[in-house]
C-alpha cells in the first residue's frame, strides 16, 4: 500500500476523495438538492448492499474458479453446472432432512466429488491442453444442462433458510429525518448480510490456505515448475486434485448460498458461469483478492445499472472488463 502511495500520488488523492464522497453519501443525511439529482436515500443504500451481497453470492462461486481456472490452469466451462448441481442436491437434502445445513454439507460434498472425478478422469489426461479441456468441458455442462432439466423440469425452486436468518434487521444508517423527534433507519434483510460476512470468511480462508500452509505453497510451487516439486518427492497429482474437489465444493456451497437468496432454476448455471469468468478475468488469475475486487466492481456495477440504467445496465460490466483488460491486461491483483 505504502509502495502504491509513493508511485501513485495522485491516483491516491482520487481514491481517498471518492472514497470519503461515498461514505458521506451513505451515513450522510442528503439535502435536498441530492435527491433530486438521485433519488431517495434508501434507494440508493439498498442498491449499494444489493451489489455487495450479490458481490459476496459471485465471490462464494468465482473462488473455486479462481483456483481452478486463475491457479491450476484447468479451463473448466462446467463450473457453472457444478453450481447449479449443487443447488439442487441441496434442496432436496434440505427438503427431505428439513435442514437446511446438512443440505449445505452434502451438497459441499457431493460436488466436492464430482470435482474430484473430472480432475482425475478428464483433466489429468489433457493437462497443458487448454481447447480440449474448453470443449470437453463444454460438453459436460450442456449434458448435465439437460439431465438436471429432465430430473428437475423447469420448475423454480426456493430454500428455507434457518428462521433465525429470516426478517430484516435496522442498520445504523438514517434513510431520513421527517422531524426532529422522528428519524427512520434503513432496514435491510439479515440473509443477505449473512451472504456478504460467509464470502469475507471464506474469502479470509482461501487466502490462508494458499498463503500460510504447506499445501497451498505446494499448490502454487507446482504451478510454476511441477516438475521440481515431483522430484522433491510431492504427490504433485494428488495435491491438485484435492485442490480441484475444493473448488468444485465452493461451487456447489455456494449453490445452495444463492439458491437460498434468490432461486433456482434453468439458467443459472450459464449466469454464474459467465458472472465468475468476468470476476477472474478482472481480478487478475490465481489471485484470491483480486477475485474478491473483482466480485464487488462487477456486482456493484450489476446492481447500480439495473436501478439506474435498465437499458444498458448489463453494459457495465463488460465495460469495467474491456477498461481493466485495456490499462492492466494481467488483471487488477494478477502477476505479469
Not at 102 to 130: H, K, N, P, T, Y
Not at 279 to 307: D, R
Request: net charge neutral; aromatic share 12%.
Amino acid at each position: 500500500m505504502k509502495r502504491f502511495i509513493e508511485r501513485h500520488t495522485f491516483w491516491s488523492i482520487v481514491i481517498l476523495l471518492a472514497v470519503s464522497v461515498f461514505l458521506w453519501m451513505i451515513f450522510a443525511v442528503w439535502p435536498e438538492w441530492l435527491i433530486e439529482a438521485i433519488g431517495r436515500k434508501k434507494t440508493f443504500v439498498n442498491t449499494f448492499l444489493n451489489g455487495l451481497t450479490l458481490a459476496g453470492l459471485y465471490f462464494l462461486v468465482a473462488s473455486g474458479f479462481t483456483l481452478v481456472f486463475g491457479l491450476m490452469r484447468n479451463v473448466n466451462l462446467a463450473h457453472g453446472s457444478m453450481y447449479l448441481l449443487g443447488a439442487y442436491i441441496g434442496y432436496e437434502v434440505a427438503d427431505t432432512t428439513g435442514s437446511w445445513f446438512f443440505g449445505l454439507a452434502v451438497s459441499f460434498v457431493a460436488i466436492a466429488l464430482c470435482g474430484l472425478l473430472m480432475q482425475v478422469l478428464v483433466f489429468r489426461r489433457m493437462e497443458g491442453d487448454d481447447l480440449r479441456q474448453t470443449l470437453v468441458t463444454i460438453g459436460i455442462s450442456i449434458i448435465a444442462a439437460d439431465l438436471m432439466l429432465a430430473i428437475w423440469t423447469g420448475t423454480t425452486y426456493q430454500f428455507e433458510a434457518p428462521d433465525w436468518l429470516f426478517g430484516a434487521t435496522t442498520l445504523p444508517i438514517i434513510s431520513v429525518i421527517k422531524n426532529p423527534e422522528t428519524t427512520i433507519y434503513i432496514k435491510y434483510p439479515i440473509y443477505r448480510l449473512a451472504v456478504l460476512l460467509v464470502a469475507v470468511a471464506v474469502g479470509i480462508g482461501l487466502w490462508l490456505f494458499l498463503n500460510r500452509t504447506k499445501i497451498g505453497m505446494m499448490v502454487r510451487a507446482g504451478v510454476d515448475d511441477r516438475e521440481m516439486l515431483s522430484a522433491l518427492g510431492i504427490n504433485v497429482q494428488l495435491v491438485f486434485a484435492v485442490v480441484f474437489a475444493i473448488g468444485a465444493g465452493l461451487a456447489g456451497f455456494a449453490g445452495v448460498v444463492g439458491g437460498t437468496a434468490l432461486s433456482i432454476a434453468p439458467g443459472e448455471d450459464v449466469r454464474y458461469l459467465l458472472a465468475s469468468l468476468v470476476v477472474v478475468i478482472v481480478g487478475g488469475l490465481g489471485s484470491v483478492s483480486g477475485a474478491a475486487i473483482g466480485a464487488v466492481l462487477v456486482g456493484l456495477a450489476e446492481q447500480f445499472g439495473l436501478a439506474y440504467f435498465p437499458t444498458y445496465g448489463v453494459v457495465l460490466t463488460f465495460l469495467i472488463m474491456v477498461f481493466v483488460l485495456a490499462v492492466r491486461p494481467q488483471g487488477i491483483m494478477g502477476r505479469e
